[in-house]
């Protein structure tokens, strides 16, 4: 079986096992602290024991790196890392919003330039991003690519979710500047609408994301066409540490990442 259905597996699995959990007081459950360092909610715990248990099902001979569950060893004969968000925008999962996600990926390096495969699945309806490396970014069965026309309305998506007053300083001409900026909570999913061509440009400088939150969206991205870039405007790559926490900028082409950029203050 190739790695990218087994990540659309686990992924089906996960929405099969949480869709109806989302918004209730069970999802909520407190597990402590995980180790990516936020509460591990009932939910979340749920749908990384899918993965988990599916992954052991199938004897795939894999590290798993999640968010929760931290480095689980499948095998001492590894063929590489599954870097899981089992559910990424959880706040939103707990309480119901209908914006939440699993983000899966497939290493074969301790690097995100690793990547080979990642599956990102909207759990509030099923609907799957998925891509292979050098093979193309695919939304259920379609093809899809970054937006490439001059947009009718700009849509820029900023993630300030807990952003300090200086980046809120600096962000603040994006806000002025006639662009038409959103944020919805869950940065994997949001990366996938990005490479569907719904956003223009998706930005995160708050130098807290983890990287099982943008995995599965680094390949989709690219294969997408969009460019990923870190703070420094250099190609993002990251090591697939926990301790790691990035910045990033996913743009659809130079010029709209210019303009921008040029709208950042100093
Ligand atoms: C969170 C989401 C959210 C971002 C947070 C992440 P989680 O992931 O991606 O958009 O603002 O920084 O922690 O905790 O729901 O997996
Ligand atoms: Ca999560």
Redesign the pocket.
Known sequence: MEVIEILREASKRIYENVKDLAGTEHAAGDFGIGA?G?ISRNI?IVAEKTVLDYLKEINFECIVLG?ECGRVELSNNSKGYIIM?A???????VRGVPF?CSSLAFATENKLSSITDGVITNLSNGEMYWASKNKGSFFNDKQIKVHNKEPIYKIVGI?I??ASADLMKRLHPIFENNNHTRH?????L?MALFARGLMDIFI?L?D???I??IAAGYLIVKEAGGLLLDANLNLLDADLSYETRVSFIAAANQKILDEIMSQINE
């Open positions: 990516g936020d979340d968010e968000d559910i990424d925008g959880s706040a939103n999962a939440f993630n979710s807990g919805f909570g869950a940065n994997a949001e995160d708050r807290k994301i983890r099982q939150d």
